[in-house]
């Protein structure tokens, strides 16, 4: 009966082992940028919901990692439009323009860079530069086109 036991034992040792060694090597890591992303999905919520506080609370972890992001892949022209973005949402529209005029010397027509560039410039009343971005976009038959459209012509109001 102890052999029995035993050898036994040692079977469920020698399973749970390799179940472990399997499913810990399987593992996948989540990039900074990822994680950014994620935070700036849940920021847009909570913005719509008109919790601006832990909205900006979200944007100012994104930006951290979309900084970390950067400096470990620098010239992404993805991590640039949302450190634009970020700091944009922040209040620093100087700083947000210079990130996205950065992507865009990466990745001239970057339809999210293009957009939000094109926001930054109607909030800050500068118009002409905005149809610029809108120029940009026109062939690209995209919401972006449609959405940069509509706030330069007011008809839909900028959330950003």
């Not at 920021?43 to 900006?56: C, I, L, S, T």
């Not at 529209?93 to 992507?103: C, I, R, T």
């Amino acid at each position: 009966m102890k052999k029995i036991f035993f050898v036994l034992f040692i079977i469920f040792s020698l399973i749970g082992s390799s179940y472990a060694a399997s499913s810990s090597s399987g593992t996948k890591t989540t990039s900074n940028y990822d994680k950014a992303v994620k935070l700036i999905k849940f920021a847009k919520k909570y913005e719509k919901k008109g919790k601006v506080d832990k909205a900006n609370k979200r944007y100012e972890k994104a930006f951290k990692l979309l900084l970390k992001s950067n400096k470990k892949k620098p010239n992404n022209a993805d991590t640039l439009n949302y450190l634009g973005f970020t700091t944009r949402k922040l209040g620093d529209y100087e700083k947000g323009e210079e990130f996205y005029l950065q992507g865009l010397k990466i990745e001239p027509n970057h339809k999210g860079i293009n957009e939000y560039l094109g926001e930054l410039y109607v909030v800050t009343n500068r118009i002409d530069l905005a149809k610029e971005r809108l120029n940009t976009l026109k062939d690209c038959n995209c919401d972006e086109y449609k959405d940069l459209k509509e706030i330069i012509e007011g008809t839909k109001k900028s959330k950003y």
